[in-house]
């Protein structure tokens, strides 16, 4: 899921969402949570920090649930329940969602359910209002190699930006012009230059750039327009072998098929 499909998709969500209150929370495994929601309707809240696809959408599926409550849940349980959403915001293009609760009779949020859709990182975290982690679902120790700590006790630490790497806003024409002299503008280099870009949606810009930094930069600008203006739409495309992708550009380098889709949260959750 990649930085423009996630703020769509968010986008949603808050419409359909907040004000919700939690009714139940499960964890479905040691990589997914689910909650139940209440908005008018049950609404099920499905939270995946599973590393090759770590995703957040809502879903109508129906899950087994473990023989015995897991930690996480338990606490979740004892902290959620009952407890509403005021929000939903993610990180500004990056791959972290933030789901604020306001207890009832509080006028501010007091707590923050923080899932991280990272790859290898993904992780889901409960913090207080000073930003300190009460629990979470992947416990990190300190001494873990290359990986940030997460306990309880602890203040949550965003991931670094790699180097070498940027965030849309920050992304220097110069950069794109240094990938074409190395010889190295191509789809790869440029998912690794550009943070969150999926690598179909890398080949798109490269393929409608033909080999010109300039075009390629001047997307990612108008890309970055309909992410801030909240305007994103998203389009379902099919290959000839039939893989099915969701993007913010239109796959014409590889879709046999291209269909505009009214919902982000119903693309996602059929994918």
Not at 98 to 106: D, V
């Amino acid at each position: 899921m990649d930085i423009f499909i996630l703020k769509a998709l968010v986008d949603e969500l808050r419409q359909h969402l907040g004000g919700a209150v939690v009714s139940q929370v499960f964890q479905l495994s040691p990589d997914d949570l689910l909650l139940r929601l209440w908005r008018h309707q049950d609404r099920r809240l499905l939270l995946s920090t599973q590393a090759a696809e770590p995703r957040l959408h809502l879903t109508t599926a129906r899950f087994r649930n473990p023989p015995h409550l897991p930690r996480f849940a338990a606490f979740l349980r004892a902290h959620l329940t009952q407890v509403r959403l005021c929000d939903i915001t993610v990180q500004p293009y990056e791959r972290v969602v933030s789901l604020w609760w306001q207890r009832p009779g509080e006028s501010v949020p007091a707590l923050c359910l923080l899932h991280t859709l990272q790859g290898q990182q993904a992780n889901i975290m409960l913090l207080d209002t000073h930003g300190v982690i009460l629990d979470a679902l992947k416990h990190i120790p300190a001494e873990r190699p290359a990986r940030r700590p997460v306990l309880p006790g602890q203040p949550y630490q965003p991931l670094p930006l790699p180097p070498q790497r940027f965030l849309v806003p920050d992304l220097p024409l110069d950069a794109l012009q240094q990938l074409q002299a190395q010889g190295l503008f191509d789809a790869t280099h440029l998912q690794r230059l550009v943070v969150g870009l999926a690598p179909v949606c890398a080949m798109e810009l490269v393929h409608r750039s033909q080999g010109n930094p300039q075009v390629c930069w001047e997307l990612l600008q108008g890309l970055r327009q309909q992410y801030e203006q909240g305007t994103l739409t998203l389009s379902l495309c099919t290959t000839r072998a039939g893989a099915r992708h969701l993007s913010a550009l239109p796959l014409t380098h590889c879709a046999e098929t291209i269909t505009a889709v009214p919902s982000a949260q119903d693309a996602v959750a059929a994918l």
